[in-house]
C-alpha cells in the first residue's frame, strides 16, 4: 500500500498506538519523558521490527519524520488531557484493537510489497501489529497481552489472511485495509467483552504430581525430591519462633516438666574437693 492512503493508514495506526502507549504511561504514574518513551516505542516499534526483517533499512519511521511527529503529538496530548479519560486501561485496550487491525493490514501489504510468500507476509503482518504493544507491556511491567489468554496474535493473524484474500480478490486496497481493519478490531473487542481466550494447558490434578496446599498443612514426603528426608509431622516453624518455644539450645529437643516430687533433671551439681575423700586436695591461697 503506497501513496497518500498508505500513509495515511500509517500515521492513523501511529497515532493510536501512540495513545495506547502513553495511556499505559500515565497510569503506571511515569512522568512526561517516560510517557512519551513508552508512546514512542509503542507507536513505532512494531514497524521498525517489520523494517529490519524485510531489510528495510534505515527504518522507515526514522527516514520520515512525521511518523515520530505524530507517536511525540499524541503521547504529549494524551499526557495533558488523560483527565478526560477516567478509565485509563479501557482506553488502552480500545486503542490497541484499533492500532492491531490498522498495523495488520499495512504491514502485511508492505512485507508482500517485499516480494515475500504469503505465508511469510502473514507473519511479518503479525509482527508489526503486536511489536509496538509488546514494547509497551515490557516497558511498564505488565505482562505482554500476546502472551495472555486473550485473543491477541490470532486476530492479528486471521487480519492479514483476510487483506491478503481481498487484494487478490482485486479489491482495492485502500478498502481491503479498512475492511480488514474494522474486522480485527471487531473480533478483538468482542474477544475482550465476551471474554474469549485460547486454550491453555490443564492444571495437574490433586494427587497426580504437584499438589496445592493450604498455609500451614505442612509438607509430606511426596513433596519433596527424591532421597529428601523425611519432615517432621510438626508443620514448620520460624526459627527464632521455635527457640523462643524451646528455650536455650540443648540436645535439640523441648524439656518435659518434671513430676510433682521428682529430683529436678539435668547434671547433678559439682562436690567440693573437700567432699570428696577420693579428690585431690584444695592448693593454698597464694599470699597477696
Known sequence: MTGT?????????????????ASAGVAKRLDIFGVVFVGVVAALGGGIARDLLIGAVPPYAFTHWPYIAAAVLASLLLFWLHPQFDRLRRTVLVLDAAGLGLFTATGTLRARDAALPVVGACIIGMITAIGGGLGRDLLTGEIPIVLRREIYAV???????????????GANRTLAVA?????????RMIALVRHW???????????????????????????????????????????WRSRLADGPPGDGHRDAAPAPGAPPSGPAPSSPARDDPGGLPEEPAAAG
Not at 156 to 168: F, H, I, K, P, W
Open 5 to 21: 492512503a498508505g500513509l495515511a493508514a500509517d500515521l492513523v495506526g501511529v497515532t493510536v498506538f501512540a495513545a495506547s502507549g
Open 155 to 169: 486476530a492479528s493473524l486471521v487480519g492479514a489472511a483476510l487483506v491478503l484474500g481481498l487484494v487478490a480478490a
Open 179 to 187: 475492511v480488514t481493519a474494522v474486522a480485527v478490531f471487531t473480533v
Open 197 to 239: 481466550s485460547a486454550p491453555t494447558a490443564r492444571p495437574v490434578a490433586p494427587g497426580a504430581g504437584i499438589s496445592v496446599r493450604a498455609p500451614g498443612a505442612g509438607l509430606t514426603a511426596s513433596d519433596l525430591p527424591t532421597g529428601w528426608p523425611e519432615p517432621a509431622t510438626e508443620p514448620w516453624r520460624p526459627l
